[in-house]
């Protein structure tokens, strides 16, 4: 066992050079890296948060705002299909979280309420059977509409899943490398974005809700009776972001973000101002052109996130697919939007319960100490194995060195990200490592008092010490895993390496000083052994 056999020989030697290839551009010059040829690795280690410095927020989904839309578009689909069947009705709106509307003539309310039953809400998700929505009839000629319990919870839970997808589109169209972006407890998430320095930025990249509509706009009143009040069912007042006043608009979308395949940032090419040029997709494309036909001479809005950025004259049918939004944009607010609008839009509004920045400087000051503080632990490492055990010592402190290489090779080669904690990972590493050595050593020496020669100690003491390390580095192996699956944050930082350095460990731990002292052995054929 103790011979070095080939498939052994090998294993270490491409452990060492894919160690060192792959940890060394953490050590040199970006200006050198750059200059080296492109199939050499250049990726270098990536920073956590706190070593590094950047950006964490703590965001929470608003659901109730997502419960009152789900039943503000719920008033509305009552209205469509109520119309469309000529069923006449009376006040129709929100009461006490549900819908009521009264049906006007008695002999309806069965006709209305089957027709609701048949037409109004979503099969319930995850169920077999079952709508979202229950529909009851009262003795007044009413009909009362309500969200079951267990629908609003399923699609808040949703929401929360699809805010933390979009969030990420958005954050990688920053650029942004390695952010942590995860849920924390019901409704809130958290997001880790390392490098990123202007918060504001980040916030508002991340905090707009971005739902893009196209709706026509409402001419049958004039805007002096709309501003006093008399908004027409089925329209609403909004904001005219440009200034001025407000636009009266039908509820109704013609077409949404949802619809749209590309935006990207562009310039006007008569005025020369910033736009956002968008395309979309082919029923997309079908029913903005219909929309346009059948609408020319009259004017539709392009509203973001209830504000309407501009309402345009309809000359033509637009059936190409594509068009622009224009607007009071700078180049990097169109931009902005136009990430937004590629990445989509957020199901919920988040609102932002903690903000916090880590300076580059204070991560520099990180990545000094966490450097600091691994050297001191290996040297000192180091130094005990060496005096404790001699050459034997420096076989595993030689072993501890290719273990660090390998250890900072992974993580650079699959972009893993070193946290501070991780680094105190890193620390505990070098110690398991040399409790495996510590372990053979001291067998091989209790069989070496046994009155075995100096190559049974060796086999017997290798043999009997693998088990104990195997069963130890398991268990530590099993903890981290652990921690990284149900961890957060820091704590997942420390697993990771943790976890990793337990591998290599037991690699450059038992084989890797196995090899060392086999051609030692092979070399020297010594009598005795230099720890007895």
């Known amino acids: 066992m103790i011979a070095p056999s080939r498939w052994r020989t090998i294993a270490v030697l491409l452990s060492v050079i894919f160690g060192l290839l792959f940890s060394l551009p ?47 578009n719920l008033v509305e689909d009552v209205r469509t299909t109520l119309r469309e069947d000529k069923i006449e009705f009376t006040d129709l709106g929100q009461v006490d979280g549900a819908v009521s509307v009264r049906i006007t003539d008695p002999a309806q309310l069965t006709e209305a309420t089957n027709l609701l039953r048949k037409n109004v809400g979503a099969p319930m998700a995850g169920a077999t059977s ?55 407890g019901v409704d ?27 709706q026509m706009v409402d001419d049958s009143v004039t805007p002096a009776e709309a501003a006093a009040g008399r908004v027409p069912p089925g329209s609403q007042l909004l904001p005219y972001e440009e200034g001025g006043a407000p636009i009266l608009i039908k509820k109704r979308a013609l077409v949404t973000g949802e619809m749209l395949t590309d935006a990207h940032q562009g310039f006007d090419s008569q005025t ?37 950025i501009s309402a345009p004259v309809i000359n033509g049918a637009i059936t190409g697919g594509s068009g622009q939004i224009s607007g009071n944009f700078t180049a990097e607010s169109a931009n902005n939007l136009a990430v937004l609008l590629r990445a989509g ?22 990545v000094k100490a966490g450097a600091i503080s691994l050297a001191v632990g290996a ?11 001699g050459l034997f010592g420096v076989f595993a402190a030689l072993a501890l060195i290719v273990n660090m ?12 990200t070193l946290t501070f904690p991780g680094i105190a990972g890193l620390i505990l590493t070098l110690a398991v490592a040399v409790d495996a050595n510590v372990l053979i050593y001291e067998r091989v020496r209790d069989e070496a008092h046994a009155g075995r020669s100096p ?50 460990s037991v690699f450059t731990a038992v084989v890797g000083t196995q090899l060392l002292i086999g051609w030692w052995f092979r070399a020297t054929k010594p009598k005795t052994l230099p720890i007895v």
């Open 26 to 72: 953490n050590v040199l010059p970006q200006k050198t890296l750059d200059s080296l040829p492109s199939f050499f690795p250049h990726k270098k280690l990536n920073l956590g948060l706190d070593l590094q410095g950047g950006s964490y927020l703590l965001l929470e989904v608003d659901t109730k705002a997502l419960r009152a839309e789900k039943l503000t």
């Open 130 to 184: 079952g709508r979202d929505v229950t529909i009851s009839a009262s003795g007044d000629q009413r009909i009362r509409l309500v969200f079951s319990e267990q629908a609003l919870i399923a699609e808040s839970g949703k929401a929360v899943e699809q805010s933390i997808e979009i969030i990420r589109r958005r954050i990688d169209e920053l650029g942004t490398k390695e952010p942590d972006i995860r849920r924390q």
């Open 188 to 214: 809130r998430i958290v997001v880790q974005a390392p490098g990123e320095s202007d918060p504001t930025k980040l916030k508002n990249i991340i905090g707009q809700t971005a739902k893009l509509t196209f």
């Open 272 to 308: 020369g101002q910033a736009v956002v040029n968008f395309r979309f997709n082919g029923q997309g494309a079908r029913r903005f052109g219909d929309a346009t036909a059948q609408n020319i001479g009259k004017r539709f809005a392009i509203v973001l996130d209830n504000k309407v």
């Open 345 to 366: 839009a957020l199901p919920a509004p988040l609102n932002v319960e903690q903000q916090n920045t880590v300076g580059a400087e204070l991560g520099a000051d990180a």
């Open 379 to 389: 040297v000192a490492i180091i130094v005990f194995i060496v005096l404790a055990y």
């Open 405 to 416: 290489l390998l250890i900072f090779g992974i993580m650079s080669l699959f972009q893993f």
């Open 455 to 504: 190559i049974s100690a060796l086999e017997h003491g290798y043999q009997r010490a693998l088990v104990s390390i195997l069963d130890a580095n398991i268990t530590s192996a099993i903890s981290a895993l652990i921690m990284f699956q149900f961890g957060a944050g820091p704590i997942r930082g420390f697993a990771l390496t943790l976890l990793i350095g337990v591998i290599t």
